[in-house]
């Protein structure tokens, strides 16, 4: 129950997470600040009158079990910033959220992140783009983030599903609510195939303030910010902006400088973010792949034979059932960074094959 009365002290108004720090230090549980009577309330240091009020009447019961059982009907999982599941990066960031509501599977924490985003209104290049860096992101296991808005959002979570990867979508709406309204399959796929995150509870319509709250929950989840096309004052920005300030790399594609839609990307340029101009760039940054010449030389090495560590991951994939990076990162005690280098080394020599959704299996 520990994580429901979280869940009830980050829906209540006015109590932001610097107040319920201070409350769970003093009272150690988020269950004891529930029971807690108006005397002990007034000696945390800190919590001012009107939020002490705000606990003593907003202690519902009825409420509270309703919405634990809404949770349960609609499959949805709350995990506070206490709760095991809850993103390391984003406890990074300045203010994270208290807890998110998460529709689907939360991708492993341990695989890489990469948040692509930009115009609502985007270009064709721009969409084109978007999908194919996506989609390579897919094939190398790396998990891609956006907001699921029209435009490069959409593109962002099309390529990585169809290249085989897992894909989250941070909401500013409640997780059951489908926004926009024309992405409804894409919301359904999303789910299935990763998670739809909010850090407003079911229910809760979009609404303007939500957004640049929900673009700091985007940067922070990831390593990398991927900006693709953004106006002069896009609000794209906000995001860069948000992840340069928690110390996350913003990488930039660059922009038909003739292009309103490339201002604000280009700017980006002139301060010093790095070029992207293929998937590479980035996977070479996250230390998943070699560059051109020492994929050449690898592939000599392999033809005459495996290292043993290459062999160790070659023999944990089968020939016909396919196998999950996970997966041999577990049995192998290895980390996730490392088996999908030598996974991505072994496809492009040709031992093995990634079989969208699925895992891998060996090749011949």
Not at 334 to 350: F, H, W
């Amino acid at each position: 129950m520990e994580e429901y009365y979280l869940m009830w002290l980050s829906r209540m108004e006015g109590i932001g997470i610097k107040r319920i720090h201070l409350l769970l230090e003093y009272f150690q549980s988020a269950e004891a600040v529930w029971n807690a009577h108006r005397m002990q309330l007034i000696n945390v240091k800190g919590i001012p009158e009107k939020t002490i009020d705000a606990i003593l009447f907003g202690r519902d019961e009825d409420k509270l079990n309703s919405w634990i059982e809404e949770l349960e009907k609609k499959e949805i999982q709350f995990y506070s910033f206490l709760h095991p599941l809850y993103p390391s990066l984003l406890k990074e960031i300045y203010n994270p959220p208290i807890g998110i509501y998460v529709k689907g599977t939360l991708p492993d924490d341990a695989i890489d992140k990469v948040s692509l985003v930009g115009a609502r209104r985007c270009s064709r290049y721009g969409a084109s783009v978007t999908y194919q860096i996506a989609k390579d992101l897919g094939k190398a296991n790396i998990t891609v983030v956006s907001g699921m808005a029209k435009g490069i959002d959409a593109m962002a979570h099309k390529g990585v599903l169809d290249g085989g990867g897992q894909t989250i979508a941070v909401l500013g709406c409640g997780v059951d609510i489908c926004y926009p309204a024309e992405n409804r399959e894409l919301m359904e796929s999303i789910a299935k195939n990763g998670c739809l995150i909010s850090e407003y509870p079911p229910g809760t319509e979009p609404a303007p303030h939500h957004f640049p709250n929900r673009n700091r929950i985007i940067s922070g989840l990831s390593k990398i910010v991927v900006v693709v096309e953004a106006g002069k004052k896009s609000g794209t920005l906000i995001t860069a902006d948000i992840a340069l300030e928690s110390g996350r790399e913003v990488f930039v594609v660059p922009g038909n400088i003739t292009s309103a839609l490339s201002e604000g990307t280009n700017n980006l340029i002139k301060q010093g973010c790095p070029v992207v101009t293929e998937s590479n760039d980035i996977l070479f940054e996250l230390g998943i792949t070699y560059k051109e010449y020492e994929k050449q030389a690898f592939s000599k090495q392999m033809a005459v034979k495996l290292s043993e560590e290459e062999k160790e991951i070659y023999e944990q994939i089968l020939d016909k059932e396919p196998v999950l990076a996970e997966t041999i990162c577990r049995k192998l005690h290895k980390n996730i960074q490392e088996v999908q280098y030598i996974l991505s080394l072994l496809e492009i020599s040709g031992y093995v094959r990634k079989i969208p959704q699925a895992g891998y299996i060996r090749e011949g």
